[in-house]
């Protein structure tokens, strides 16, 4: 089967010699296994022209290899869910707690992270290995800890496709882990069936910790950590989630309205309810045919995402456009010069060439 | 003085013939006339490259007055105030109560409407005349209805560029209206020093109305209709909108925090305490240097703005790159393509040429 992969996917790719180590990880990824899995993942993350159209093959063989899988219907479901929060909203431990549970229900769990505070500190390797010590020597999960270094828009663009890679090694929950304080949650969003905000019951002061809107983006909200002492606090929490969440506008007709939910990781109450309520969404959807219809709208969006970073990029690394740049910014913010006419000129730059 | 402006505008545009009538329509603004305003607000909405060139001298030998102005201190402040509110809100209402109170006070006022839903249906000019007669025949007032055609994008874009020549015409207040259902918010709050948002006193289904984010743009929340037998729902409103805006993360040490005020513009109560407000606001962000320092940012915001925006419409007007669109999004979309590769043929049409 391998060669007919090969023979097909190249066509993509015009002149392309695949390497053997290429060809070599994408066997190893189909036979599921977490080594090749990791290896590819860091082969998509390149930045190394060469590489990335090594990781684009790679990509494209996976998908060629799933549609005929798909065609004979013997592909596994998948089911791709956003994890986000701040920093101790209790996600690792939420995360850790509901993976293991999912593993002994013989699901595959990947779990991926983005996280732009770690990119910035220079990695959280060690950090992701020793906060789910369970779930990371479970054979049948697989964690991926954020990348050390990279623009949080590289980290999130590799993360979508580090989803596909997952489930071409037979994952079938892909957990997308992500820190509620950046410009990533809307990406991170567009690239998961389920959007799931973790909150801790924390006083007034820290709830505002969390990035504007994220909310809205919501398909359930869990307030964490609803046990003991803290059980009256995530109860208020739940009860203010609840009435934000009534302000937020949702699509016509769209058969699903979040839900929050308490949970605690440690008397493990809610964790199962947490499950039921996401599978049952995942089923509301499927019914409606609204499941894969969803995944295809969010292939345009990132194709969309695609073409704005990659011109922005272009732009950005220009050096024509570097040499005129900060004049016409420092004229612009001076305000000579109106941002259009700025604009027009730096792309007559860079059009130009 | 006009010559001076000439000459040392015209070198921003090289080559450029400056014609007559654009020379006009600069001299006429400056002497505050309403005619010479309309029309060169229509002039900076062109889509025609020639007139393009006008509008950019017109805007930039503007710049350069206002700077010379300043320089001497004669410039008067201005402040530029978003107005934003679902259909019903009672925006118009309140913008003439407001407005008339303001131009008894000597200010003068400029309105401006970035409405979407009017431009798709075909333009709103009767309309905006008619629902602020008092405010549209006050000689001191100036309100410019929503364009009738034309994108989101443009609308706002020009009406960015039509606040500058509203203040070279001598309008010290100018409120941008908009309709709190698009993708405009965002944009609309990035081109003024407050963004004020309307609320009426309705049943929860449609506060559901509201944009997602947009109660977290808000400086200022005036909840509308507070009168007679709508007054209880008004004071709920006011503690439900109270609530949701603790949710909110705000800049570190920014001094203000967002209030939720109630106005009627039929008892006209609420109406000086929220302009009183506006203006205590405006004192902060001023006593703190935070108010020049945001417009700063702003322009280079909409430099980047303008940046994206030039590059996507030339992406999507690229003949080439059309001849290949359909081709690729479809093959996206049918998972036959990773987006990221997709993107990549289709950036490699665009650059080649």
């Known amino acids: 089967m391998s ?62 290899h799933r549609n005929k899988l798909k065609k004979s219907n013997k592909l596994r479901d998948t089911f791709r869910i ?75 663009r590799n993360t979508q496709e580090a989803i596909l890679l997952c489930e071409g090694a037979g994952y079938d929950v892909i957990i997308v882990e992500t820190v509620g304080v950046g410009q990533s949650e809307t990406v991170v969003a567009d690239m998961v069936d ?22 809205e983006l919501a398909d359930l909200v869990l307030v964490t950590k609803a046990d003991g002492d803290l059980l009256p606090a995530a109860r208020r ?5 609840s009435s934000a969440l009534r302000l937020v506008r949702r699509a016509l007709n769209y058969p699903w309205k979040p839900r929050v939910l308490r949970v605690s990781s440690f008397t493990n109450e809610g964790v199962n309810e947490a499950w039921e309520t996401m599978t049952e969404y995942k089923e509301t959807l499927l019914e409606k045919d609204l499941f894969n219809e969803k995944r295809m709208l969010q292939q345009k969006t990132w194709l969309w995402y695609h073409i704005q970073w990659q011109l922005m990029e272009r732009f950005h690394s220009d050096p024509v456009v570097n040499d005129h740049l900060k004049d016409q910014e420092e004229s612009v913010m001076a305000g000579r010069l109106t941002p259009g006419t700025a604009a027009d000129n730096l792309i007559k730059f860079f059009i130009k060439q």
């Not at 993350?45 to 494209?60: D, V, Y």
């Not at 820290?206 to 990035?211: N, T, V």
């Open 3 to 64: 060669a007919r992969i090969l023979k097909n996917s190249v066509s993509y790719i015009h002149g392309l010699s695949v390497h053997n180590e290429t060809r070599e990880l994408l066997a190893g990824v189909l036979e599921g296994s977490r080594a090749h899995l990791a290896r590819a993942i860091t082969l998509i993350e390149t930045k190394h022209p060469g590489k990335h159209q090594q990781a684009q093959w790679l990509l494209t063989s996976l998908l060629s």
């Open 82 to 156: 956003g994890f986000s929060g701040s920093p101790g909203a209790g996600k690792s431990t939420l995360i850790e707690t509901l993976g293991k549970s999912l593993t002994g229900l013989d699901h595959r769990v990947a779990v991926l992270a983005v996280d732009p505070s770690s990119s910035r500190t220079g990695g959280s390797i060690l950090g992701d290995k020793t906060r789910m010590p369970k779930l990371s020597s479970d054979p049948n999960a697989f964690i991926r800890p954020s990348p050390s270094g990279g623009t949080l828009g590289g980290v999130t």
């Open 194 to 215: 389920m959007f799931v905000l973790l909150v801790p019951p924390a006083a007034g002061d820290e709830l505002q910790g969390l990035k504007k809107g994220i909310v």
């Open 237 to 241: 929490i739940q009860t203010e989630y």
